[in-house]
């Protein structure tokens, strides 16, 4: 019986494709994930790292109470020097704040008036670090590098008592827990749209009366049809219900209506879906289905989160577009018209997922 099960799972190529692919992707992801924090690429143009983040600087320290030296502008400089910065100088932190708001720079940093006067005077002097509460990759590299420079500038003055000190202001923040609005906008994403996928991913191969009813006058394009709305209103009921979870529980207020990232979550609902049925028309048998929600469950978690580069999958990926969206509306109070495009994306792909399925399924004689 065991060599029998060994010869089963031998002939199910797709049992084995998964198997080999999986871990793969997951050990893959951890090599670029490393590499990416690990290893410095320099740009021999600019002697910048490749990945080099653009920041705002805005020194409004005009104190000079240091002998022979600006201070706020040469900490400007060593901003200037690192590898890990691309700085753009503002008059204010109105403007600097208007570029971060509209993507120009990653964050801004200010250099308060007294900076120079304080050191002097050994008085920490508080430099702010403004980042975008929605940017959580930036968040995550850029206070480590910030640092860097903090304690460069320091060594090289002799200073060892913490003459600067480093406040991190979140910028464009939902009232409530912080920590919640940055990480719930992506559960909400990711649990509309995997857990829809899950669901649908055996509509198909688990409905086995299905083919005795297509023996009536009933399409497949119409089973297609009515199982991915079927599984669409589920979807939509539970992106609802996790919504006003999100929002009670942690007293989350987000900076649009609550419509509007519902309806985001009803998108999801509608790719994931599709995205579900087209897997169970794939599959053959109800274990190939679970296997395949392995694979979109890492898969999804691998693309979804923004944290690694995944070229042309960053902009079609419904979890992606609906993680930006829901980022830029429920964060910066972006209106939902400035997304059409990223709507369009998200409702021809589910139209490619309906018909790659109707397509595989016409083919198929028997679900048997």
Excluded: C
């Excluded at 995944?310 to 997304?339: H, Q």
């Excluded at 018909?355 to 198929?364: E, F, N, R």
């Amino acid at each position: 019986m065991f060599l029998k099960e060994i010869h089963l799972i031998r002939k199910d190529k797709f049992a084995l494709l998964l198997v080999f692919a999986l871990p793969i992707m997951i050990m893959g992801t951890m090599y670029v994930a490393i590499n990416q924090g690990s290893i410095a690429q320099i740009n021999q143009d600019t002697g910048k790292n490749v990945d080099a983040i653009v920041i705002a600087v805005v020194d409004a320290d005009p104190t000079d109470t240091f002998p022979n030296e600006d201070l706020s502008a040469n900490f400007t400089w060593y901003l200037t020097q690192s590898p890990e910065f691309i700085v753009l100088m503002y008059d204010n932190e109105d403007a600097a704040r208007i570029a971060l708001y509209q993507d120009a720079v990653k964050a801004y940093v200010v250099v308060p008036y007294g900076f120079e006067g304080n050191i002097t005077g050994d008085i920490p002097a508080f430099v702010d670090l403004h980042v975008s509460s929605s940017d959580l990759n930036t968040q995550m590299n850029i206070f480590g590098s910030f640092s860097g420079v903090v304690n460069d500038f320091r060594y090289d003055h002799g200073w060892i008592k913490g003459e600067i000190a480093t406040v991190r202001v979140g910028e464009f923040e939902p009232s409530g827990d912080s920590t919640a609005a940055t990480f719930g906008v992506f559960m909400l994403v990711f649990g509309v749209f995997v857990a829809v996928s899950a669901t649908a991913a055996q509509a198909i191969v688990g409905d086995i009366p299905l083919n005795r009813m297509l023996l009536t006058p009933s399409t497949k394009m119409e089973a297609i049809l009515a199982k991915t709305l079927a599984y669409f209103a589920i979807g939509a009921f539970q992106g609802a219900v996790l919504l006003g979870l999100w929002m009670v529980m942690f007293a989350i207020v987000p900076n649009t209506s609550p419509l509007v990232i519902l309806f985001i979550l009803w998108l999801m609902s509608l790719s994931g879906s599709a995205l579900g049925v087209l897997i169970s028309t794939v599959v053959s048998t109800r274990l190939q289905a679970n296997q395949s929600f392995l694979f979109l469950l890492f898969g999804s978690l691998i693309v979804g989160t923004g944290l690694v580069d995944v070229g042309i999958i960053d902009e079609v990926f419904p979890v992606n577009l609906g993680r930006v969206m829901i980022v830029d509306t429920a964060f910066k109070g972006i209106v939902l018209t400035d997304f059409m495009s990223e709507i369009f994306i998200i409702l021809a792909m589910t139209l490619i997922f309906i018909l790659m399925a109707w397509g595989i399924y016409v083919k198929k004689t028997s679900l048997a």
